[in-house]
């Protein structure tokens, strides 16, 4: 048989390995733990800021966040103001006082650290942020007897206390008294005590001169600042007996003192005689001692001391006063607290489960207030310090945390509790359920359980456990998941099966139950119960095992009586009875349970109960404390009570006592026991335990002997011999009860005696806790007589004397040294040897023997001293070879030593040499050298000596120390740009080396030194500041200065300056200057200014600090109010506005005023300027309601005004009646009439008409009060015949006003007509109703007439005559003012009156003309509307809109007659329009003004006056670019190296003005500039390359390219060039093609119109007029019409879309309809096809301008489907041509026309080569002339007609414009070189690119760059860069030279206007405004619509645009006319698309 394979232990090692780092790792796991906790309190200032750290540590690696301590909610970040770090620190940053928020900067925090093991909580951190506020501290005066001691206080302000406090006390002679804290005088005059007062001791009457203030300390910002005021004594000279008077509280508290420091506590007190002072000092028991003093606590005069305070001094202190009249007394409480601290034991314990743990917590501190529990940072229930969990589970597993809390601080310990073994206790998963049956049926309970170890189920039936029997099974298994499975099967279920089953799962871990009743219906049984037997004193519980069911009671008896009889009984209904604390005397006996349902049947069963009594013993006791030696002890254990039979056992030490000769137990009676010890033995001391123990329990007691022993020898100690420099060891030990005291001392001499303690600082003498004495590493000095001493205090003790011998070979005292000698001179060398005589001595060098007979220099002698040898070598006249190494060797029988000096002969050094310039700048010079021989004295230092090169060395040399041992120097402060020579010297002891030869070096420039010199900054008005400065000193420009840099910022923010770059002047001294604008208004900016050359910036100066000028306030006076005083005086009040809007200091305040119904007219105004907020506004109008306004002014301007606020002045008594008629009616009856008073100062409440007979007074006269609204009067029953008087008076709520004119009249038999009516001026609103009064009398009835303007009265719809003779007027016009005359007339008389209506309504349409424009603003003069308005008017509204933005508006008042519109775009079409408004309302618009600013996008400059290069710089001349009249805004500069491929952004916000700079760049480097400037017209962009120059200055050489052309094939003739080649067949081609197109053109001339094909037609003109009927037609879908006309679409150019808009030309044309089309006939999106497009002229003909028409009566029309129509202003491409293909070609396209062309210029067309073929139209687009024979937009050559139309355009890359030039001005254009005369050259390449600032970048990058004048590549503009966002569209109004020509067709309707369908005004434009903002379609339109303008573009002069002027535009019905007599060719020739050639009739 083979033996087994065996595992080779080297393959199982790394399966150990892997198993062990599991365990390590698993084992190393811990939960969190805080390391480094934060302070309690963290105080800080704001300018400080603070950090608060938190390192905690545990595996996994805790993560640390930081909670709320209120509510435990995680905080993050504040920005600027806290930031939570990783690391776990939470961060305070400095920050602004107005910054401080209350919710971070005074927060209660904590650290929480988590991982997986639980989480902790650090203990409270209140933090506090201090804001410096100011405050003020006082020295208070202290009044004071004579004599008595006193004690000034500093008040400190509460706020600030807790960081305030008094630093020291300062006279006013000048003494300073400072706190004391080390060694006060006690027994001074002046004593500062600990609290800050200052005691002053025994006054007297010269201390009353003298004031104190008091200095404080703000501990957190060290500031310090002296009382405001001086505290003095009161001294009062004492008029008799005084008894003790307090000037404070009898009871004070002192609370939160720290243990330490020191403590006063005061006891103020005056009397006379002096009064004496007694502190006291209550105990725990509440009585009183006296204070003890002494060093620690002292008393001066009445205040207690406490120096060093201790917790235990915390108490109530009691001061007594007393003098011979009376005493006081004052309490304190002093609690004196001590840091808090908490310990938890056990730091970590492992328990499994089921086992109690505990945790206790200790700690330590005063006070405390509370003990709190927290698990994983949750709170337990549980405030005591030891914290026991009975059962560990699961779920206690955790961090534990016990934290202590006081007042002001808490403190806190970790501990953890881990789960021990793999142990899980049982947990069941699966339960069974309450059920109920009938008797006979089966029952199945199933229990499930798992746990580990795998439970087991058992089963119980009310408490008794079941097992098998018929008719139960219990059952269970174990599943393959762990699970255990128990069944409990019944069959045939009896009643009496019923009750409480329980399954019970255990396992060695625990265990778990479940319980649920089984009901089985039948009547009530019990089961038998067995006998219970219970300890007395414990709760008993017993079941009653009741069955049957339904069961309606259950219930206990005792004795026949029903339970409960007593307190402790408590009967449950489930059959549970409960008795606490069970009695054998009330408890013990027989228990009855009755069970009964509803039928009344019964069941009873029977319980005995047994109560027993546990053992109870008493105290033992030995009787005595200890026992010696021999000694007898007795002891006895007795029992109290409890049942019996007891046993009793004696334990010692826990371990069951066994009978010997000296240890007897004796019991007596069943209830003692005796224990007996004799004799005591030292082995008897121990503990004694008595247990006796029943049924019931076990009692034990105890006691504890003491045996005391003196002591004996164990080890005792001899004497030692030990070799020196050894480890000696003594040992001394003893044995004894108790343990003995063991100590060593040494004599002080040679002999035993005078013994000494051993000096315990010598860390190699101890004595160890077992009495042994070592001496380690042992010297002679410790040889000697040692004593061992042992004692216990019984007995005399024990004592040994032993000598220690140390045994020493030689030995020297240093071992090794170095010795020099200067080289020439003589040395020696000694050496001495200690050690056990004799000693021999030998010398050697280098190891090598001294022979003196062979070296006569040395001489060797010896000599003793003192027990030692010394040995001494002489050497004569050293030199460099007696450098060595010597050793004197010493040798005795014990051994032998040496020691060994070095011999060093010095000298100096060498010269040093390999002087090197490593390194050089405009300031140092970094050298190098190589090391010279030092002459064996180190070189101290190398001297670097430089030199201007034309100073000398001896009187100019500088000089610069260098360590001796570097090899390397930087020599530093030297100039820029400077000659000088340097060389070294090498230095050591001995002297100086020579120079090294010297090195000549030239330094570099280098950045300005100095900053620039005397800077000013100075405002310039409210947006601007001037700042000037003049150069830096001339040797700190360090080269040439090229320009500064301003920077400036608010100098109230901390952000980086804003710079800009001024240009610098070479005139010498010349002062510099640059005006920042766009600045805030009044706010103070904070400037720099710095050089820079071309190496770098300099040096900034120092902040200058300057306000703008002040601006005027930007918002009204706030919270204005008015008040009504009296009937003509209003109060008005008003807080100023907000300070950061008002710009300035407010000078005063201005008060508009007037009666609100004029508010509108200015001039009805008056003003009141008044300095305060309030005034008073006096001589009002009585009962008028007023409007008012307030302004805040500065010295820069008025403020904005409040909103309006009124108020009414209150009433007054009214004015008399204005008129008054007396009118007779009968023979005894006056009629009186009357009219209201002209102002009736109030509401009219009653009018009083008098009247008396004539002759009489007026105390006589009658009166009669009438309603307010009763105007008349008929006073009856008068005397006939006779004269009467009348007056009228008006009465208003203050009363009756003044009386009317008097009226007399006389009665009379005849009654004339009359009208008591007046002349009056109604005022009527538009529409409303009128009626015009004409009250008659008059006997007979008179006759009444009406007059209306002078022509009789005729009745109608509108107006008839009311019964009493008013007219009454319904819905009165504007017609129907005038003068109405009401005619009465009878036969005694007539009379008439006249009215005059006048009729408001809305004003009629100003007419508003242009004044002026500039570039930033348009004038506008208003003039109101010639036809009168009724109603004044109050004001006009403005309206202006920008093209493609919002239309905006602004009110101005009615006198206003020009305007100025501020701060409008530059460059940029507008449209403006006004409407006047009164108090009716707004009337209606006046005709639109269509305009622009003036200005254009920014023209590139050329690079020469552009780009300036130095070596690391490139400095831009800003100003070189034009602004095209628009100001600057900004620009963005972008470089980039040559081959890189991205952009490097310098900045993007460049301010227009000065220089800018781009430093830093690396010399003579190629780079691509990409500048963008911009303005409010749009912007440009140039691209410029250039390189920066070398480091010397020179400029690099330009870049060529290579000209070999790489792409050949190899067998291409090398003679064969390209460049001629190429032009000579380009020309053939086009002869060719030449040829062949005047071919075909004869030919089809020939065959006549009739015959032509398509591609002929696409040349002709086309006029859209649906009017026209269409004689012919051709469908353009055919399949082929692409490819028969050679057509090839046009690049998908997107264009810039319109701003809001989502539509397009086309779609904008298809999908529009509105009231602007009007009649004209438009695409139908539901019509298939286009309308028919007439064809004009017919071929053949050539119709020159003004020539005569053609034929009406052509045949041939176009007619385009709905799939491929042609959309408006599209432009299109033929035969292949392209303007990117050749730009000559451009006029190769066709556009079609616009909806309506009655807007457009003259459509006259150049007749160039260019141009024949296809004429442009004129609202087409045009291209450049790249290169030509005629000039752009002029007529050049006879035919050559001018380019017009208001369209886009290519422009001339180099031209110029003439008067007929295109005026547009968005076209496509290259850089511009000279714009004015010069042509471009025919080599220059076309590169359009968009000029627009609407471009977008795609839109831009399809069409290249341009070139600007220095012919470098000019880049498309970018998006991020683009000022603009909207493409432009400019409107003309009317007609000009340039408009439609006659006989133009009427024109169809122009796309829908993007803001509605507006009616057109007089010139045919539309008065929309372009609202842009209500489009909602596509926003993309392409390249056919982008540029195209719907009228041409008025730039504010006349272009003349064609050679013979001809009439304006003609009207739509002049143009019918035209037609309708067959004359419309003429202008169908401008209108449509016509071919006009003058070399070419096709």
Known sequence: MGTPPMVSPIRMLPLLLVALAIRSAVCNESGPVIVEEPDNRVDFSNSTGANIHCSVRGHPKPSVVWVRAEDGTAIGDVPGLRRVLANGTLMFPPFRAKDYRQEVHAQVYRCQASNPHGSVHSRDVHVRAVVPQTYQVEAD????????????????????????????????????????????????????????????????????????????????????????????????????????????????????????????????????????????????????????????????????????????????????????????????????????????????????????????????????????????????????????????????????QCFVRNDQESAQATAELKLGGRFEPPQLTYTFETSTLQPGSSVYLNCVAAGNPTPEITWELDGTRLSNSERMQVGQYVTVNGEVVSHLNISGVLTNDGGQYACVASSTVGSVKHAARLNVYGLPNIRPMDKVAVVAGENMIVHCPVAGYPIDSIVWEKNGRMLPINRRQHPHDNGTLLIEAVERSSD????????????????????????????????????????????????????????????????????????????????????????????????????????????????????????????????????????????????????????????????????????????????????????????????????????????????????????????????????????????????????????????????????????????????????????????????????????????????????????????????????????????????????????PYDGNSPITRYIVEYKLSRRNWETDGERMMVPGEQSMAAVLDLRPATTYHLRIVARNEIGDSEPSDTVTIITAEEAPSGPPRDLKVTAVDQTSLRVTWKPPLREEWNGDIQGYQVGYRLASSNNSYVFETVEFSKEMGKEHHLVISKLNVYTEYAVVVSAFNKIGQGPKTEEFLAYTAEGTPQQPPQDVTCTTLTSQTIRVSWSSPPLET?????????????????????????????????????????????????????????????????????????????????????????????????????????????????????????????????????????????????????????????????????????????????????????????????????????????????????PNDRMRLLPEGSLLIRQVSRDDAGEYTCHVENPYGQDTITHKLLIQAPPHPPEITLQSTTTNSIEVKLKPSVIDDTTPIHGYTIYYKPEFSNEESVQVPASTRTYTLESLWCGSQYQIYASAYNKIGTGESSEVLNTRTKGKKPEVPEVHRFVEVSSSSITLHLNAWQDGGCPMNYFVVEYKPRHQTEWIMASNQVKPTGNYAIMEL??????NLRISAHNNAGSSVAEYECATLTVTGATLPPSVPDSHVSWLPDWWPKWLDLNVLVPVIATIVVIIVGIVVVCVAVTRRKNGIENLRLREEVYQQYQYNASMPPPSTMDKRHPGFREELGYIPPPNRKLPPVPNSQYNTCDRIKRGGGSGRREHATWDPRRPMYEELSLHPPPGRRIPPGGPLPPHNSQDTLRSGGDDEICPYATFHLLGFREEMDPQQAGNNFQTFPYQNGHGSQQNFVNSPASRSMPRHGSGNYYSCVSGDYNCGHAPNEGHQPRHGSGNYYSCVAGEYGSGGPPSSTYYSTVPGDMTTSRMSNNSAFSPTYDDPARSDEESDQYGGSTYSGGGPYARAIDSVSQSGTAKRLMNRGSTSGSAGQGSPEPPPPPPPRNGDLPLDSSGLGSSLNDSNNSTASNQFSEAECDHDLVQRNYGEKHNVQANPVKATKSTEEMRKLLDKNEAAAHIQNGGLRMVSNEMNV
């Open 1142 to 1354: 008002v710009q300035g200091v407010i000078k005063g305040y201005k008060v508009f005023y007037g009666p609100s119904d004029v508010w509108y007219d200015e001039e009805s105004k008056d003003i009141k300027i008044t300095p305060s907020t309030e005034t008073h506004l006096h001589g009002l109008q009585k009962y008028t309601n007023y409007s008012l306004q307030v302004l805040a002014h500065t010295s820069g301007g008025e403020g904005v005004r409040s909103q309006p606020i009124h108020c009414q002045t209150d009433q007054d008594i009214p004015e008399a009646p204005t008129s008054v008629k007396a009118l007779v009616m009968s023979a005894d009856s006056i009629l009186v009439s009357w009219l209201p008073p002209e102002r009736p100062n109030g509401i009219i409440t009653q009018y009083t008409v008098y009247y008396k007979e004539h002759g009489k007074s007026d105390s006589e006269a009658t009166l009669q009060k009438l309603l307010p609204s009763q105007l008349s009067y008929e006073a009856s029953g008068l005397k006939r015949r006779d004269a009467y008087v009348f007056w009228v008076t008006a009465s208003t709520t203050v009363g009756e006003g003044e009386m009317s004119d008097l009226v007399h009249l006389k009665l009379s038999n005849k009654v004339p007509a009359k009208i008591a009516s007046f002349d009056e001026e109604y005022l009527a609103t538009y529409k409303e109703d009128v009626k015009l009064l004409c009250q008659v009398v008059g006997l007979p009835t008179p006759d009444i007439r009406w007059t209306v303007h002078g022509e009789p009265f005729t």
């Open 1562 to 1567: 690396t010399p003579a480097t190629w780079y």
């Open 141 to 400: 005066n202290e009044h004071v007897i004579r004599g008595n001691s006193a004690i000034i206080k500093c008040e400190i302000p509460s706020f600030v206390a807790d960081f305030v406090g008094v630093q020291a006390w300062v006279d006013s002679e000048g003494q300073t008294y400072y706190p004391n804290s080390h060694n006060p005088n006690y027994d001074g005059k002046y004593l500062v005590l600990p609290s800050g007062e200052l005691h002053i001791r025994s006054v007297s009457s010269e201390d009353g001169f003298k004031s104190y203030k008091c200095r404080t300390v703000h501990r957190l910002t060290q500031e310090t600042r002296l009382s405001a005021t001086a505290g003095r004594l009161v001294i009062s000279a004492p008029g008799g007996h005084v008894q003790p008077k307090l000037s404070g509280d009898r009871l004070q508290e002192l609370s939160g003192e720290s243990a330490g420091s020191s403590i006063a506590m005061l006891c103020p007190a005056q009397a006379f005689p002096r009064p004496e002072f007694r502190w006291f000092k209550f105990n725990e028991n509440g009585r009183k001692a006296s204070v003890e003093l002494g060093e620690r606590i002292k008393q001066v005069g009445g205040t207690l001391i406490i120096r060093e305070a201790k917790v235990e001094d915390s108490g109530k202190y009691l001061c007594v006063v007393n003098n011979s009249v009376g005493g006081e007394s004052v309490e304190t409480v002093l609690t004196v607290t001590a840091p808090l601290s908490a310990q938890v034991e056990p730091k970590v314990q492992t328990v499994e489960f089921g086992r109690p743990a505990t945790f206790t917590c200790t700690y330590r501190g005063n006070p405390v207030k509370s003990v709190s529990w927290l698990k994983d940072g949750t709170p337990i229930e549980h405030k005591e310090a030891v914290l026991h969990i009975n059962s560990v589970g699961r779920e206690d597993k955790g961090m534990y």
């Open 588 to 931: 013990q006996g027989r228990y009855t349970c009755v069970a009964r349902n509803s039928q009344g049947y019964t069941a009873r069963g029977d319980l005995d109960v047994q109560v027993m009594e546990p053992p109870e013993l008493l105290p033992i006791e030995f009787g005595v404390e200890a026992f010696y030696e021999g000694d007898v002890a007795q002891a006895s254990c007795r029992m109290r009570k409890g049942d019996r039979p007891v046993t009793f056992r004696w334990l010692f030490n826990g371990v069951g006592v066994v009978n010997t000769e000296s240890t007897m137990v004796n019991n007596l009676g069943g209830t003692t026991s005796i224990l007996i010890l004799d004799p005591v033995r030292a082995h008897h001391q121990g503990i004694y335990s008595c247990s006796a123990s029943n049924d019931a329990g076990v009692a034990q007691v105890e006691a504890t002997v003491i045996v005391n022993v003196p002591p004996r020898w164990i080890v005792e100690p001899t004497d030692k011999a030990f070799d020196l420099g050894s480890d000696a060891r003594l040992e001394c030990k003893a044995d004894s009860f108790p343990r003995p005291s063991l100590g060593w001392k040494k004599a002080a001499g040679t002999t035993p005696g005078d013994y000494r303690d051993l000096v315990v600082s010598n860390p190699n003498v101890k004595v160890t806790d077992d009495g042994t004495l070592q001496i380690i590493n042992i010297q002679k000095s410790h040889e000697g007589y040692y004593l061992c001493e042992a004692n216990n205090g019984i007995g005399a003790g024990l004592s040994t004397v032993i000598y220690v011998r140390v045994q020493a070979p030689p030995q020297f005292k240093i071992q090794y040294r170095n010795q020099t000698a200067s080289r020439g001179e003589d040395a020696v060398l000694e050496c001495e040897a200690e050690g056990e005589t004799p000693i021999g001595i030998l010398w050697s060098k280098s190891k090598h023997s001294i022979d003196q007979a062979k070296e006569p220099r040395y001489t060797i002698r010896e000599e003793m001293r003192g027990g030692s040898v010394h040995s001494s070598l002489h050497i004569k006249t050293t030199d460099r070879s007696d450098s060595a190494v010597y050793t004197c060797v010493a040798t005795n029988a014990f051994g032998s030593a040496d020691t060994n000096i070095n011999l060093i002969i010095q000298e100096r050094p060498e010269q040093p040499s390999s002087l090197k310039v490593l390194d050089k700048s405009g300031r140092s010079v970094e050298l190098s050298w190589t090391r």
